[in-house]
């Protein structure tokens, strides 16, 4: 049972749309995170957020935002979607202060943008 | 900058049977953590198991293994007694202890084959 939750699980949309992918957890944790994963490929790191108000981007350059107003709320956004923003995006958490805490992973959104 | 290598793509194992996940890394630091996450087909990745860097035991989790040598940068995961549910893309991952624990580096993956 997931304590992180993503919607849409999937998403088809036209070239141009603006739209947000939510992502919301359950268990307090202070960290979260945005990864890019193409099918059956590695994950990349596009945004993350210590807490509240804090976010930054990833390794991976990305046209999207985000905000974290709230802990338990990471929404994703991409102003005007394109086609190369085709991918699966993993919304994750992670405790804080424990170096060897897991990431917990949400069940992902899948985005095709046509 | 940090590197994980997973130099198997698929692996395929019988049930009942023992396979070995291979995973090397390169790093210049001396503490760090190491991850197996397992994903399966579109269910969401889950953690199998987790090593310190500082810890010299290998971990095991029921029938997960892992094969740590620190010196050679290498972090192997075993699963015993094979089973069907094992059926999942396999990532290795890093985090620096030093980093404040937000960047963890994924390997490509392995995808892992059961077979009945």
Known sequence: ???????????????????????SQTMGHDKMYWYQQDPGMELHLIHYSYGVNST?????????T??????????????????????????????????????HFGNGTRLTVT | AQTVTQSQPEMSVQEAETVTLS??????????YLFWYKQPPSRQMILVIRQEAYKQQNATEN?????????????????????????????????????GGFKTIFGAGTRLFVKA
């Open chain 1, 56 to 64: 930054e981007k990833g390794d991976l350059s990305s046209e999207s």
């Open chain 2, 63 to 99: 029938r997960f293994s892992v094969n740590f040598q620190k010196a050679a940068k290498s972090f192997s995961l075993k699963i015993s007694d094979s089973q069907l549910g094992d059926a999942a893309m396999y990532f290795c991952a890093y985090r620096s202890a030093r980093t």
């Open chain 1, 1 to 23: 049972e997931a304590d992180i939750y993503q919607t849409p699980r999937y998403l088809v949309i036209g070239t141009g749309k603006k739209i947000t992918l939510e992502c």
């Open chain 2, 23 to 32: 995973c090397t890394y390169d790093t210049s630091e001396s503490d760090y």
């Open chain 1, 66 to 103: 985000v905000s974290r107003i709230r802990t338990e709320h990471f929404p994703l956004t991409l102003e005007s979607a394109r086609p190369s923003h085709t991918s699966q995006y993993l919304c994750a958490s992670s405790d804080r202060g424990l170096g060897n805490s897991p990431l």
